[in-house]
């Protein structure tokens, strides 16, 4: 590639909310540098002067000034590297709009190529709830993209907005960003003399599911006395579509109440977060996934593509991008809000473990025959 790439998102690097848009776009950034194409990157996920991640979609003094820092540098940077391509991820929000807006004008002043990449499922819903005027600036800043990725098929139409979006939105499933040695998979197997070890990897938002997951585990271990044990990894984090608590703070207040109330204490185990090795362990060590999602800004959750690569069985709801990834031949669907689906599910394969397993070699399957990282990054590098 002889041109170069000024790539704009952000990093997992120094980031304080390692999500799925940041591990997709380090993704990226570590891929070109292992194929020494020359890229310029701009980190949007660091703030210089708060501790808060730059990537929320709430507006502050301190963020406004963040914000001014980047586009600085990104119009340096496009004065000395003009008509190179430039790749930016998107957002949803409001703030964010106002970022991308900038973003998209110095780049097109600039005489740059601009493919524009959005991560989740609800960019429609943000456009509808906008003013007139501003859907008019949405509208003709995305026209000025030469590419604006989705996350899947599903997410096409959630740009219909746009007159000629038929022709430059382009459908790209996420990869897994971590590269597993496919010699290193195996299929798990279910021990009835052992603890069926559950995983619950996401923000600890109401509506990811996360309360039907704990009062799915107190089923199973007070009323079915099946050995289970959980781990919950993620942040406890305010949404707009909360419905059972008014905020984060008393959610986590009730979620450690409630472990405490039903003698939980030894089957409940909760991190902040989990990355890396220790991330990977986790899912080596663990049966089943769960993310029974109906989160209002759910797209293509990569945390469902770590369950298959590694052979955990994905408990789910068919929702937005999900059943893209998972089917009934690997995994299992369960509707919004029914912790007893969770538990049926879990005590009939505990009965059959032969069939657990069958299902944990197909997660695998799936997963190398479609989700790998190379198969992401070749396809995101071919639009360059």
Known sequence: ???????????????????????????????????????????????????????????????????????????????????????????????????????????????????????????????????????????QTLSKVDKLVVEGDYTKAQFSFLPNYESIVYSLPNGLPEKIESSKIEAKTLDVTQPIKMFYLSNLIESKGFWDVLEAVNLLVNEEKINVEVVFAGKFLDAVDDQIFPNAEEAKKAFFSYIEEKNLQKKVLYFEGLYAKAKAEEFKKSHFFLLPSYYINEGQPVSVLEALAYGCVPIVTEYRLIPSMVNKQNGFFVNPKSPIEIVTIIKNLSKNPDLYATYSQSAIDYYLNNFTADKYTEKLIHLF
């Open 1 to 139: 590639m002889k041109n170069k790439i000024i790539a704009v998102g952000p990093t997992t690097q120094n980031n304080t909310a390692v999500n799925g848009q940041s591990m997709m776009f380090q993704l990226l950034v570590d891929e070109v540098h292992h194929r020494n194409i020359k890229t310029i990157i701009v980190d949007i996920g660091v703030s210089a002067f708060s501790n808060k991640n730059r990537v929320s979609g709430k507006f502050s003094i301190l963020k406004a000034l963040d914000y001014i820092i980047i586009l600085t540098k990104l119009l340096f940077i496009l004065l000395f590297n003009q008509k190179q391509t430039v790749y930016v991820t998107t957002a949803q929000s409001k703030v964010g709009f106002i970022r991308d807006y900038f973003i998209i004008l110095f780049a097109r002043f600039f005489n740059s190529k601009i493919i524009a990449h959005q991560f989740g499922a609800n960019y429609s819903g943000f456009y509808n709830s906008q003013t007139p005027f501003l859907q008019k600036k949405i509208k």
